[in-house]
């Protein structure tokens, strides 16, 4: 039947407007891998999904393309991301006591109308790599949602707020924040997270205070916790408790809280933290190269959702999070991770599904069901991913971002035949390195 289609794999045009693909392979993420399947679009959501036949059969007006050769996934959501950081890129590594000695001083020399272009080279690296929606805290952070906003991709961004250390120390940052969030200036696939930077730098008066913010306004809060020694230590001679409990303390654990790294985390922190009902930000790489891995395994063992982030180029020079999802698998594994907790979906479902939970978007992204926002990945299976009799165990060990041929947000194609719809590489390119020389110049190198 799909046979007399227009095949997309032959497509010269972007598709545009409502649309229909069938005889895909989708792994939807909630439910099984589903073979020869279509899904409808409509309006930017996904309207119908089951076997090709039925749903063609249904939706006769829509524009329809055969994409037999495709394996769909959700698209991915990267859930902690410094994507303004690409100048640090291959500097981070080999520092000692990074985040203090080595980010802070160089992000001092930061100005709003450097972030934007700045924001660029680790954006799209994460498209090309299949991700959607990145959850990004930074300085400027109005700059990397313009970014983001530009490249057609979705973000929950958050303006780092610290008052006892970071690079601005104050409440400057954070007053700005609550203007720019009452005038929200953004498309409606940009939302605000509130983003203190972590337990050692954010004083107690203000991380009630944020906590409160994001509770009162239903917004997601973003932060660091326990991502290192030194905090923890610092919190420990300040307030006498550890990071988390430092955080429970100051009413920042709920459901809505994304708490990334938790490398220092102790068994009573694992208990505080999974009666929280937190998500866990998990970066191995980024990890592996400032500190150490976080307890993966301690996490699943008292039943904490774990959602995957690239965090930044200074300490993981790619953004790609499908090379994480395959990380986190094999560490996983080399951590005796039983399989039942760390098979394929439970490994797609840490880079899709638990990040939109965590960044308060559960509802409406991180998996392919009737009624979400057509946030979809078209893998293109070929010589180094056959065969395909499982195919997410290939998504996870085979495919490669070499594989991703068609990203689409809210339906639209932002990335069609591995390039950008709404932004030229090259443009991107030229503004990077300038605001990286910009940079580099005010850095004295
Ligand atoms: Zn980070």
């Not at 991700?131 to 979705?154: E, P």
Request: glycine share 10%; proline share 5%.
């Amino acid at each position: 039947m799909t046979a007399k289609l227009p095949r997309l794999d032959a497509a010269k045009k972007v598709p545009k407007g409502d649309l229909l693909l069938c005889g895909l392979t989708m792994i939807p993420g909630v439910g099984p891998v589903q073979r020869n399947a279509a899904v409808a679009i409509k309006s930017g959501r996904l309207s119908a999904i089951g076997p090709s036949a039925e749903v063609r059969a249904r939706h006769q007006d829509l524009s329809a393309f055969d994409a037999h050769g495709y394996t769909a996934i959700p698209g991915l959501v990267n859930a902690h991301t410094h994507a303004a950081m690409g100048f640090f890129r291959g500097l981070g590594h080999g520092q000692d006591e990074m985040i203090e000695s080595f980010f802070f001083p160089a992000e001092k020399s930061l100005t709003p109308e450097l972030l934007e272009p700045l924001a660029y080279s680790y954006l799209y690296g994460g498209l090309l790599s299949g991700s959607t929606t990145f959850g990004d805290h930074y300085y400027h952070v109005a700059g990397v949602a313009k970014a983001i906003d530009r490249l057609g991709l979705r973000g929950v961004v958050g303006e780092t707020v610290a008052d006892l250390g970071g690079a601005f120390p104050g409440r400057k940052g954070w007053e700005e924040w609550q203007r720019t969030i009452e005038r929200w200036p953004f498309s409606s696939r940009l939302s605000p997270s509130i983003a203190p930077h972590a337990a050692d730098t954010v004083s107690p008066s203000l991380l009630r205070e944020l906590a409160t913010f994001a509770h009162s306004h239903h917004l997601p809060l973003h932060l660091h916790l326990s991502q290192s020694s030194g905090e923890r230590l610092r919190v420990l001679k300040r307030e006498g408790c550890t990071p988390v409990a430092y955080a429970e303390r100051c009413g920042a654990l709920t459901s809505k809280t994304l708490a990334v790294h938790l490398v220092t985390v102790d068994s009573d922190d694992l208990y505080i933290l999974a009666r929280s009902g937190v998500t866990a930000g998990h970066c191995p790489a980024s990890q592996i190269v400032y500190e150490r891995l976080s307890p993966i395994d301690g996490f699943l063992k008292h039943g904490i959702p774990v959602a995957l982030g690239t965090d930044c180029a200074a300490s993981n020079d790619s953004a790609d999070l499908l090379a994480e999802m395959r990380l986190t698998a094999l560490l996983a594994a080399d951590r005796g991770v039983p399989l039942a907790q760390r098979g394929p979906a439970e490994i797609l479902r840490m880079g899709t599904l638990n990040g939109a939970v965590g960044l308060g978007l559960g509802d409406d992204l991180g998996s392919l069901e009737e009624g979400k926002a057509a946030d979809m990945v078209l893998l293109a299976n070929d010589l180094t991913t056959e065969p395909d009799e499982r195919p997410e165990v290939n998504v996870l060990f085979s495919h490669a971002s070499r594989n991703v041929r068609h990203v689409l947000v809210d339906g639209r194609f932002v990335l069609f035949h591995s390039q950008p719809t709404l932004m030229s590489v090259s443009d991107m390119r030229a503004a990077y390195l300038e605001a990286v020389s910009a940079i580099y110049r005010r850095l004295g190198r």
